[in-house]
């Protein structure tokens, strides 16, 4: 079982940068494909970026391809989401997932564990 807990959103400027911590909770975090998708008011959750479980690869959504980072912290049970260059259609709620192991990191269908989500809002 893993507990999930997001936080650093707030408000911006359009490009501004902001970065996202989730901190989970159990001693096997390094054995978990972590990642993070984002829910704007009307839309459906999408892919935002996953790091594999042991730091080797990253994926990103092409809309965030360039302007955000994936990173991870074993040793502090922590994931996070380095964001630059932010523009107004980034405005919505950030989520960090989990799952042990290898997964389909992309599809929301491919995780377990879900946080409660973090508000980032791009002012233009």
């Known amino acids: 079982q893993v507990q999930l807990v997001e936080s650093g959103g707030g408000l911006v400027q359009a490009g501004g940068s902001l970065r996202l911590s989730c901190a989970a909770s159990?001693?096997?975090?390094?054995?978990?494909?972590m990642g993070w998708f984002r829910q704007a008011p009307g839309k459906e959750r999408e892919f935002v970026a996953a790091?594999?479980?042991?730091?080797?690869?990253?994926y990103y959504a092409d809309s965030v391809k360039g302007r955000f980072t994936i990173s991870r912290d074993n040793a502090k049970n922590t994931v996070y989401l380095q964001m630059n260059s932010l523009k107004p259609e980034d405005t919505a709620v950030y989520y960090c997932?989990?799952?042990?192991?290898?997964?389909?990191?992309?599809?929301?269908?491919?995780?377990?564990?879900w946080g409660q989500g973090t508000q980032v809002t791009v002012s233009s």
């Open positions: 159990g001693r096997t975090f390094s054995s978990y494909t």
């Open positions: 790091i594999s479980r042991r730091s080797g690869f990253t």
């Open positions: 997932a989990a799952r042990a192991g290898d997964t389909y990191y992309q599809f929301e269908y491919g995780y377990d564990y």
